[in-house]
C-alpha cells in the first residue's frame, strides 16, 4: 500500500489547483479524478461556454459592423466549427494542468475514489482493486446537476432531448426552438448566446426574477436586454412535465405548453458526496449532501478538508482555487482563511453582469446604515467609443459608518475584468477617501468607480 501525505479527491479547480500548490509545498500529493482533469469548469463549463459566447460576439459584430462603419456580406455561423474551437481550447489547457501537476510531481490516478476509513497508517482510499493511504485528505468532487422529479425530464435526457450544460456545449447544430428551464448563470448565458446566434429561446423560472440573487436593478436590465434580443421570459412559472416536443408549466396560474426542438435544465447543481465513503469517517453533511467546513476549510475530521462545490459554500470557480488554497495553507500552518465577502461573481451575457459582496437589500436586512450611489454606463467615454448602447451602470454601496464598500454591482463591457478591483476594496476594507484618490487610466470603463464615489 502506497503511502502520501495528502490524497486528493476530485481534478477540478479546487482538486487540481491544491495538488499544484501541495507539491509544491513538498508535500507527496496523490490526485484522484474519476472523469476529465479540470472539472466541470473546463470541461463542460466556464471555458466551453466562453468559447461559445466569444463566437457570438464576433458573429454579432459581423452582422451589425454597418454601425462602426464596418460592412461585411453573406455572414454564417457554423456550429460545428465553433464546438470542434471549444475542443481543441480545453485539451491545451487539460494539458497545461496536467503539466503543472507534474512540475509538482504529483501523482495522477483515474478511476473512482472510495474512502474506506481511517488506521494508524491514515486515511485510506481505494481505486479499482489499490488502496492508499495519506496523512490528510481533501474532498473536491465537485458538484453535479440537480435532475428534478419532473414527469417526462429523465426520459427526455435519455433520447437526447433534454440536455444539461454538459451535453449543450457539444452541441454541434443550431436548434430551431431552445427552452430552458431555470434562469440562472447558465441558463442566462446560454439565453444569450443561442438567442445571438438565432435560436427562438423561452426562460421559465421558478422565482420572480432572473439571476438568483443578484441585485434586482442588474437582474431586470439584464432580462430586458435579452428580452431585445428575442428571449421569452416566463417568471414564477412550475415545470409540471416534459415531452419531446413540448414544456408543460403553470403561468398566472394557467397551464401553459410552450413547443421545442431541444430543452436546457439548468436549474441548479448539489454537491457530489453520494458513493464517496465519507460515512466511514463520520463526516458532518448537510442536507444537501454538502461537506461542512470553516473557514479555513477543516472538517469537523482532523486532517480532513473539503474545497470546491463539494462544500456548497459558492459554486464558482474562482472561489475553488482560492479554498484550494487555504486548505493547503492550513495543512501547512500558514495562517490565512477565507472571507466570502468578497468572492466575485460574473455573469457573462452583453452587457456582462458583475456583483460581489452585498446587494443593498441585503445590507439593509443586516441593519447596516448604508449610503448607494450609482452611475450610467453613458458617463464612460470608453464604452460610448466601442458600443452603440449605455444601458448598464455602476452601483456601490459604502457603509455610512465605517466609510468601507461593501458592495458592488456593475452591468457594463469589462465588468469580468473591473470586478477584481472592487473586491480587493472589499476585502481589504479600504476607506473611499482612499479609493478616490486612485489614478485610472483615461480612458477606461473602470473610471467608473471613481466617478460613482465622488457623488458621496
Same mark, same amino acid.
Given at each position: 500500500?502506497?503511502?502520501?501525505?495528502?490524497?486528493?479527491?476530485?481534478?477540478?479547480?479546487?482538486?487540481?489547483?491544491?495538488?499544484?500548490?501541495?507539491?509544491?509545498?513538498?508535500?507527496?500529493?496523490l490526485?484522484?479524478?474519476?472523469?476529465?482533469?479540470?472539472?466541470v469548469?473546463?470541461?463542460?463549463?466556464?471555458?466551453?461556454?466562453?468559447?461559445?459566447?466569444?463566437?457570438?460576439?464576433?458573429?454579432?459584430?459581423?452582422?451589425?459592423?454597418?454601425?462602426?462603419?464596418?460592412?461585411?456580406e453573406?455572414?454564417?455561423?457554423?456550429?460545428?466549427?465553433?464546438?470542434?474551437?471549444?475542443?481543441?481550447?480545453?485539451?491545451?489547457?487539460?494539458?497545461?494542468?496536467?503539466?503543472?501537476?507534474?512540475?509538482?510531481?504529483?501523482?495522477?490516478i483515474?478511476?473512482?475514489?472510495?474512502?474506506?476509513?481511517?488506521?494508524?497508517?491514515?486515511?485510506?482510499?481505494?481505486?479499482?482493486?489499490e488502496?492508499?493511504?495519506?496523512?490528510?485528505?481533501?474532498?473536491?468532487?465537485?458538484?453535479?446537476?440537480?435532475?428534478?422529479?419532473?414527469?417526462?425530464?429523465?426520459?427526455?435526457?435519455?433520447?437526447?432531448?433534454?440536455?444539461?450544460?454538459?451535453?449543450?456545449?457539444?452541441?454541434?447544430?443550431?436548434?430551431?426552438?431552445?427552452?430552458?428551464?431555470?434562469?440562472?448563470v447558465?441558463?442566462?448565458?446560454?439565453?444569450?448566446?443561442?438567442?445571438?446566434?438565432?435560436?427562438?429561446?423561452?426562460?421559465?423560472?421558478?422565482?420572480?426574477?432572473?439571476?438568483?440573487?443578484?441585485?434586482?436593478?442588474?437582474?431586470?436590465?439584464?432580462?430586458?436586454?435579452?428580452?431585445?434580443?428575442?428571449?421569452?421570459?416566463?417568471?414564477?412559472?412550475?415545470?409540471?412535465?416534459?415531452?419531446?416536443?413540448?414544456?408543460?408549466?403553470?403561468?398566472?396560474?394557467?397551464?401553459?405548453?410552450?413547443?421545442?426542438?431541444?430543452?436546457?435544465?439548468?436549474i441548479?447543481?448539489?454537491?457530489?458526496?453520494a458513493? #464517496?465513503? @465519507?460515512?466511514?469517517? %463520520?463526516?458532518?453533511? !448537510?442536507? +444537501?449532501?454538502?461537506?461542512?467546513?470553516?473557514? &479555513? =476549510?477543516?472538517?469537523?475530521?482532523?486532517?480532513?478538508?473539503?474545497?470546491g462545490?463539494?462544500?456548497?459554500?459558492?459554486?464558482?470557480?474562482?472561489?475553488?482555487?482560492?479554498?484550494?488554497?487555504?486548505?493547503?495553507?492550513?495543512?501547512?500552518?500558514?495562517?490565512?482563511?477565507?472571507?466570502?465577502?468578497?468572492?466575485?461573481?460574473?455573469?457573462?451575457?452583453?452587457?456582462?453582469?458583475?456583483?460581489?459582496?452585498?446587494?443593498?437589500?441585503?445590507?439593509?436586512?443586516?441593519?447596516?446604515?448604508?449610503?448607494?450611489?450609482? #452611475?450610467? @454606463?453613458?458617463?464612460? %467615454?470608453?464604452?460610448? !467609443?466601442? +458600443?452603440?448602447?449605455?444601458?448598464?451602470?455602476? &452601483? =456601490?454601496?459604502?457603509?455610512?459608518?465605517?466609510?468601507?464598500?461593501?458592495?458592488?454591482?456593475?452591468?457594463?463591457?469589462?465588468?469580468?475584468?473591473?470586478?477584481?478591483?472592487?473586491?480587493?476594496?472589499?476585502?481589504?476594507?479600504?476607506?473611499?477617501?482612499?479609493?478616490?484618490?486612485?489614478?485610472?487610466?483615461?480612458?477606461?470603463?473602470?473610471?467608473?468607480?471613481?466617478?460613482t464615489?465622488?457623488?458621496?
Open positions: 500500500m502506497e503511502k502520501f501525505d495528502l490524497i486528493i479527491i476530485g481534478g477540478g479547480p479546487a482538486g487540481y489547483h491544491a495538488g499544484e500548490r501541495a507539491g509544491h509545498a513538498g508535500f507527496k500529493t490526485l484522484i479524478e474519476k472523469e476529465h482533469l479540470g472539472g469548469c473546463l470541461n463542460e463549463g466556464c471555458i466551453p461556454s466562453k468559447a461559445f459566447l466569444n463566437s457570438a460576439k464576433m458573429y454579432a459584430h459581423a452582422l451589425h459592423g454597418e454601425k462602426f462603419g464596418v460592412f461585411a453573406n455572414v454564417r455561423y457554423d456550429q460545428g466549427i465553433v464546438v470542434d474551437r471549444k475542443n481543441t481550447i480545453v485539451r491545451r489547457l487539460i494539458a497545461g494542468v496536467k503539466a503543472q501537476l507534474k512540475s509538482g510531481k504529483v501523482t495522477i483515474e478511476g473512482n475514489a472510495s474512502v474506506k476509513g481511517k488506521t494508524s497508517e491514515g486515511f485510506l482510499v481505494q481505486v479499482g482493486e488502496t492508499y493511504s495519506a496523512t490528510r485528505l481533501l474532498v473536491a468532487s465537485g458538484a453535479v446537476p440537480v435532475i428534478p422529479n419532473i414527469p417526462g425530464l429523465r426520459q427526455g435526457i435519455e433520447e437526447g432531448i433534454v440536455l444539461t450544460n454538459r451535453e449543450i456545449l457539444d452541441l454541434k447544430t443550431i436548434p430551431e426552438r431552445l427552452t430552458i428551464i431555470g434562469g440562472g447558465i441558463g442566462l448565458e446560454m439565453a444569450s448566446y443561442y438567442s445571438a446566434i438565432g435560436t427562438q429561446v423561452q426562460v421559465v423560472e421558478m422565482m420572480n426574477k432572473v439571476a438568483g440573487p443578484t441585485d434586482e436593478e442588474l437582474s431586470t436590465l439584464l432580462q430586458k436586454t435579452l428580452e431585445k434580443n428575442g428571449v421569452k421570459f416566463y417568471l414564477n412559472s412550475t415545470v409540471t412535465a416534459v415531452s419531446p416536443t413540448e414544456v408543460t408549466f403553470t403561468f398566472e396560474g394557467k397551464d401553459v405548453k410552450i413547443a421545442h426542438e431541444k430543452v436546457l435544465l439548468s441548479g447543481r448539489r454537491p457530489a458526496t458513493g #464517496l465513503g @465519507l460515512e466511514t469517517l %463520520g463526516v458532518e453533511l !448537510a442536507k +444537501n449532501g454538502a461537506v461542512i467546513t470553516d473557514d &479555513k =476549510l477543516q472538517t469537523n475530521v482532523a486532517n480532513l478538508y473539503a474545497a462545490d463539494v462544500n456548497g459554500k459558492s459554486m464558482l470557480a474562482h472561489t475553488a482555487y482560492r479554498e484550494a488554497e487555504v486548505a493547503i495553507h492550513s495543512m501547512t500552518q500558514t495562517v490565512d482563511r477565507m472571507n466570502y465577502d468578497a468572492i466575485p461573481s460574473v455573469i457573462y451575457t452583453q452587457p456582462e453582469i458583475a456583483t460581489v459582496g452585498l446587494t443593498e437589500r441585503a445590507a439593509k436586512e443586516k441593519g447596516l446604515d448604508v449610503r448607494v450611489v450609482t #452611475l450610467p @454606463l453613458a458617463y464612460s %467615454g470608453r464604452h460610448m !467609443a466601442e +458600443n452603440t448602447e449605455a444601458d448598464g451602470f455602476c &452601483k =456601490l454601496i459604502v457603509n455610512s459608518k465605517t466609510r468601507t464598500l461593501v458592495g458592488a454591482h456593475l452591468a457594463s463591457s469589462y465588468a469580468s475584468e473591473i470586478i477584481v478591483m472592487l473586491s480587493s476594496m472589499i476585502d481589504l476594507e479600504i476607506d473611499v477617501q482612499n479609493i478616490t484618490r486612485l489614478v485610472f487610466p483615461h480612458p477606461t470603463v473602470g473610471e467608473l468607480i471613481k466617478d464615489l465622488f457623488q458621496l
